[in-house]
């Protein structure tokens, strides 16, 4: 079969790979390598220690509302990454890094986020134009501010994103999702975390240098150090090589005490099932949109693209120099290599522990409840039932036989449901698809998972979520309320190459067909020319 230069350029220029490969998934595939490099070049476990992403400086403005506003910076631009021991790797990045700086906000600070789009016209390798469009992914934005697909950013342009803060403390991630080409651009490094803090949270869970933001990728190489991109003929991207933060398999020093994990999988497909070496549990302690009511150890988890997970790890009773390894036990229909078991590893540390810290100790069982927990399914008003499905005929992905396509179309007037605002409703995801999981991410909202193949959720799953993994022939049903903004949203699936294959559909909360729109996703604030190019 023939493969397309998009789907199957190894970036760093070197041609084709994949060639005869179908979009059939194979259950519990394994093989050496997908990297292109030579074995000196090629990275090792547990060779490099890890790192954290700077920490963004903000301004202080006054906000739209009067009250003082934070104002953050950030530039997308092309740079290069010491990702291997020899060879230099281009990436796009914030602020020219891969992950990008982290955000901490505290609840209801208002934030204002310059984004720059400084970019060169047309990815260097792949070829495909390069605007954006940023998400920040776990926030209820207006539409406007909430990175719908088309509303886009050219390179020497700037769109200023506002964000209220007013949600209960959590992990989001920004990155970018800009139409059609969200798999390359996320896979080239536009990713980075931002976290809100609350005083219930900051009492309960470890702070400081013991609350640790992880990102987890994959990625495969080029013979000369450059990204390879190889989606399988739109199946979904499997590197071999595991980056942690931008760092192949690091190793991080800890002290005897608890930690706090917040765990993005900024993968382009694949999915985890994370356990530590020893056979321990962890202690799962918040889910995408929040702390969970309860606390809940497991030994093992199922981690989807986009899902955050927090966890609180206890070091307390291991010897220093103990090494204790986070891996992976992955999943179905995901392609395994060497080495993709392992995630990353912690040396235990003889340093003293400050124990007037109350966290260096606490495993709390009882945590915060939260809206989306708190419904219950007697409040909901309609069911309504979405079927995931590849067509094999056009090798698209569809949503109730719809694409994001058909959206376009219609001059993005073409909505899969239109909810009242503040309206209650269980929507069912079943996934008729074949050999493919799918992780459906709804924006706007936080839901509750009710069931999955009519059975309980998994306990680590009962915390706010907006992103539901729907495994292979799995269906499954969430709880949401539909607010607090009116206007149009985007549901797809977050295996990126799925949703840039026309897996994405858009639902519209407590507006009529024909009505008004004050807050358009793509007319109410566009982008604007940089005076200021760099």
Sequence with gaps: MSVSRRQALILGGLGLVGTGLVTVPISGVTAKSASK??????????????????????????????????????????????????????????????????????????????????????????????????????????????????????????KDYQYPNYQPARTLWYHDHAVH?????????????????????????????????????????????????????????????????????????????VYRFRIVNASISRSYRFTLSTGDPVTVVATDAGLIPVAQTTGSWRHASAERYEILIDFRNYAPGRRIELRNLSNDNNRDFDNTGKIMAFDVVADPVDTTDPTWNRIPSTLVRSHAMDLTAAAATRTRSFRTKHDDVTNIWTINDMTWEEVIASGFRKVMANPALNAVEIWEFRNTSGGWHHPMHMHLVDFQILSRNGKPPFPYEKGPKDVVYVGEGETVRVLVHFGPNKGRYMLHCHNLTHEDHAMMLQFRVGLGEDDADPNDPIGAAPAVWDTEQD
Excluded: C
């Design 37 to 158: 490099l030579s074995d000196r070049d090629m990275p090792r476990p547990y060779r490099t220690p890890l790192t954290l992403p700077p920490e963004l400086p903000y301004t202080t403005i006054v906000g739209a509302d009067g009250l003082p506003a934070r104002r953050y910076t950030l530039t997308q631009k092309l740079s290069t990454a010491q990702i291997l021991p020899r060879l230099t790797t281009p990436i796009l990045g914030y602020n020219g890094i891969f992950p990008g700086p982290t955000l901490r906000i505290e609840r209801g600070i208002h934030t204002v986020v310059h984004m720059r789009n400084q970019l060169p016209a047309r990815h260097p390798s792949l070829g495909h134009a390069m605007p954006t469009s940023t998400h920040l992914h776990g926030s209820a934005s207006l539409p406007q501010f909430d990175g719908y697909a088309n509303d886009l950013t050219l390179p020497g342009f700037f």
């Design 181 to 257: 080409f969200s798999a390359q651009n996320v896979y080239s490094g536009l990713a980075g975390q931002y976290l809100i803090s609350d005083p219930e949270e900051r009492a309960l869970l470890p702070q400081g240098k013991f609350d640790v933001p992880l990102t987890i990728s994959d990625a495969m190489f080029a013979a000369n150090g450059s990204l390879g991109f190889d989606d399988r003929d739109h199946s979904g991207l499997w590197g071999d090589v595991i980056l942690v933060n931008g760092k192949p398999w690091p190793v991080m020093k800890v002290q005897r005490r």
